[in-house]
């Protein structure tokens, strides 16, 4: 039962444009979202994070918005550059463990 | 990635042997969860420990797996007469308290089993 779930597999966007990736989940008790960013062979590195109190997190370039009432999350990537290739996972937590989708592999094209 | 340390990075297993993975968290963390990717799968649960207890092991198989970490060392994920299977990227994450921040990963082990 998958309570995290990332629709997209792969995107491509172009160098310069936004990047969007969605994630949906199902448990409302879920109280904290995060963003990792995972290169091949090497373990998922921490981007960005929101809590449920909050429904906009802005860090540099990423932009991690939640929309609690559609149990929704996304993360914004503007510009995107060709080093944010990369697979992206999106993760949330009820305070015993984080439950991550199934990555989005993002391509940004020169 | 934040100082968590995973080793062996590649560990080849025959079936039947048994795998041990470590795991340091970031000093002064004591909360570890394991995680698991096959191929071509997202990451999967295991097991939350902080020191010297097991506070959720809903994502461990009910056989031939274990985890720990103790008092002092790091904490080891033990596979017991691998299967092929088991074969997988392993991570371990560390966090400094609830998860209400960040956890850090490692950079996983993988594990062949031939």
């Known amino acids: 039962d998958q309570q995290v779930k990332q629709n997209s597999p792969s995107l491509s966007v172009q160098e310069g444009r936004i990047s969007i990736l969605n994630c949906d989940y199902t448990?409302?008790?879920?109280?904290?979202f995060l963003w990792y960013k995972k290169y091949p062979a090497e373990g998922p590195t921490f981007l960005i994070s929101?809590?449920?109190?909050?429904d906009k997190n802005e860090d540099g370039r990423f932009t991690v918005f939640l929309n609690k009432s559609a149990k929704h999350l996304s993360l914004h990537i503007v510009p995107s550059q060709p080093g944010d290739s990369a697979v992206y996972f999106c993760?949330?937590?009820?305070?015993?463990?984080?439950?991550f989708g199934t990555g989005t592999s993002l391509t940004v094209i020169p | 990635n934040a100082g968590v340390m995973q080793n062996p990075r590649h560990l080849v297993r025959r079936r039947g042997q048994e795998a041990r993975l470590r795991c340091s968290p970031v000093?002064?963390?004591?909360?570890v969860y394991w995680y698991r990717q096959l191929p071509e799968e997202g990451l999967k649960f295991m097991v939350y420990l902080q020191k010297e207890n097991i506070i959720d092991e809903s994502g461990m198989p009910k056989e031939r797996f274990s985890a720990e970490f103790p008092k002092e060392g790091p904490s080891i994920l033990r596979i017991q007469q691998v299967v092929r299977g088991d074969s997988a990227a392993y991570f371990c994450?560390?966090?400094?308290?609830?998860?209400?921040?960040?956890?850090?990963f490692g950079q996983g082990t993988r594990l062949t089993v031939v």
């Open positions: 448990n409302s008790m879920f109280d904290y």
């Open positions: 994450a560390s966090s400094g308290g609830r998860l209400n921040t960040e956890a850090f």
């Open positions: 993760a949330a937590a009820d305070g015993n463990q984080f439950y």
């Open positions: 929101i809590s449920s109190i909050k």
């Open positions: 000093k002064g963390h004591s909360h």
